[in-house]
């Protein structure tokens, strides 16, 4: 009797259709994963600088960077996870499934006043650029932002980790 791994016989050939999608669903995770770094790091660096013009400019890139590569990716990932769990006959009651979706949830309730929040000190920044300071509502909304982050952007990784080690839980 062959042994099995994730509904498929170790060794036996995995189809096309599922390398495809496979490979399309990583690429999904890489886009959000890497673009929320990019943001957050651009972000940062354009407030240090304390330069209105500048973080103005780089908000608006940064909210087109959200609305081009990170929605379009957060859009593709169920679709793709759908179709993975459909390919593999795995089930959405696995426990790593059921926390890797948890985490989504929590990534998506605090990446959605993230982009408002851009959107917002974006322009701030921009009627601040003329020479006035920057703001209180820039600075508040500039903590929220950053405070945000970080459950946003650890459940992005607790997910990746949850999809590769797919632990017993």
Do not use: C, N
Not at 29 to 42: E, H, P, R, S
Not at 43 to 60: E, G, V, Y
């Amino acid at each position: 009797m062959a042994s099995r791994r994730r509904g498929r016989e170790v060794g036996a050939p995995l189809s096309v259709t599922y390398d495809l999608i496979k490979f399309l669903h990583v690429i999904g995770a890489t886009v959000i994963l890497g673009t929320g770094a990019g943001i957050a790091f651009f972000m940062l660096a354009a407030h240090l600088s304390r330069d209105a013009a500048f973080i103005a400019r780089t908000a608006a890139v940064v909210v087109l960077a959200d609305f081009v590569f990170t929605a379009t990716a957060i859009i593709a990932q169920p679709l793709t996870g759908f179709l993975l769990i459909r390919e593999t006959g795995a089930s959405l009651a696995d426990g790593w499934m059921v926390a890797s979706l948890v985490f989504y949830g929590v990534a998506g309730i605090f990446w959605l006043p993230v982009v408002w929040m851009q959107i917002r000190m974006r322009d701030l920044a921009a009627a601040a650029s003329s020479g006035k300071p920057l703001p209180d509502e820039y600075h508040r909304l500039f903590r929220l932002w950053f405070i945000f982050g970080f459950p946003g952007f650890g459940s992005v990784l607790a997910i990746l980790w949850l999809m590769i080690a797919k632990p017993v839980l």
